[in-house]
């Protein structure tokens, strides 16, 4: 009970000591996905799983059953104080219920009387796409809050990883696979996954195994290069334009697609600067009124990265280069060239 660490409760799963509830919420989806992905593998037994493990999407199922929030809400309660048919000697079941913030606030005190005497043998995951839950939960079940990881410590988070597995891997060797991979945690472990498999026998990862079996994706792709940007990664950017391969700009221009991300980080910015709130802001912007809280803020934390004056200075470039890549003005200038012109110069605008 209280707030677990992400090892903790992996460990808890792992070794089947479970409490009766869990709430799961903050702003990195990976650890959340991780430890949701563990419960389904190991609370119930594969026999089991159509008796005894009930997954709720509340959006799915509103949509499905056309049922009201406080049907939905009910209709978790019963399940968790159901008696499934189990032919186990020690019966288990698992509710999960994603989307949790979807139930009705009035719900909070039907789930407290029921976590003041649970069912034993219900284990309730309630998934929250949320920064933080209602402060009455507290003092019921166990939480994971899951946090982001910094930029800075992003390699010694990969360092880390590497030990635990009775790994070794070089300095520059960790700052590369960061630089290819980014701050996606999701893409990190793919990689860190096949590092370990195909360096089984040496354990030991140098600087020329991450630049083989992992490199950057060969396709390029103008959305990474704007993380980077926008993380004001210049050296990444540099190398990326150098290593990318198929670069297809004339199939695929890139001007419309870096225009409209600016312009909506730009108003992100002016909203801050009015003292607007996330949740003003993200109604405001037809691009983000359906998009999910979590990627939401993500863009937040890019937006604040730049000035208002900086965004003004980057969109007028974007019109100024937009006119250069259909040919005006230029001359024996490759459209690789000015792509990476044009992100220095947004760089340093």
């Known amino acids: 009970m209280g ?7 992996l460990k808890n799963i792992a070794i089947q000591n479970f409490d009766s509830a869990y709430f799961l919420y903050g702003k990195e989806l990976f650890f959340i996905e991780q430890i949701v992905s563990a419960f389904v593998n190991s609370t119930v037994e594969e026999s089991e799983k159509s008796f005894c493990e009930h997954v709720i999407h509340l959006n799915k199922m509103r949509e499905d059953t056309a049922k009201n929030a406080d049907s939905d809400a009910m209709h978790i309660l019963d ?6 048919m189990s032919f186990s000697a020690q019966p288990r079941q698992l509710v999960l219920v994603k989307q949790a913030q979807l139930l009705p606030i009035s719900f909070q005190d039907k789930l407290i009387d029921y976590l003041k005497q649970p069912n034993p043998i219900t284990i ?3 998934v929250y796409e949320a920064d933080k839950i209602s402060t009455k939960l507290n003092a019921y079940g166990s939480h994971f809050i899951s946090e982001p990881i ?5 390699q010694d988070y990969i360092k880390d990883f590497f030990r635990k597995k009775q790994f070794q891997i070089e300095n520059l060797a960790a700052s590369q696979l960061h630089n290819y991979c980014g701050d996606n945690l999701k893409t990190i472990h793919n990689e860190l996954d096949k590092l370990i498999l195909q360096k089984a026998d040496s354990k030991t990862i140098t600087l020329d195994d991450v630049d083989k079996i992992v490199g950057y994706n060969r396709d390029f792709d103008v959305f990474k290069l704007l993380e980077h940007l926008l993380h004001r990664r210049l050296y990444h950017v540099v190398e990326y334009f150098q290593k990318a391969t198929n670069i297809e700009l004339d199939k695929k221009p890139p001007i419309p697609l870096i225009f409209k991300k600016i312009t909506n980080l730009y108003l992100i910015r002016l909203g801050l600067d009015n003292y607007l709130s996330t949740t003003q802001i993200k109604a405001e912007i037809p691009d983000y009124k359906n998009l999910n809280d979590f990627i939401f803020q993500l863009e937040v934390d890019f937006a604040k990265n730049f000035t208002l004056e900086q965004f003004e200075s980057a969109i007028a470039l974007l019109y100024q280069y937009d006119a250069k890549f259909k040919g005006i003005q230029v001359e024996n200038y490759s459209k690789e060239n000015l792509m ?6 947004i760089n340093y605008a």
């Open 340 to 345: 990476l012109d044009l992100f220095l110069k």
């Open 79 to 84: 399940i968790c104080r159901s008696i499934p």
């Open 3 to 9: 707030i677990l660490k992400y090892e903790e409760i």
């Open 150 to 154: 910094r930029d800075y410590k992003i």
């Open 124 to 126: 309730l995951v309630m």
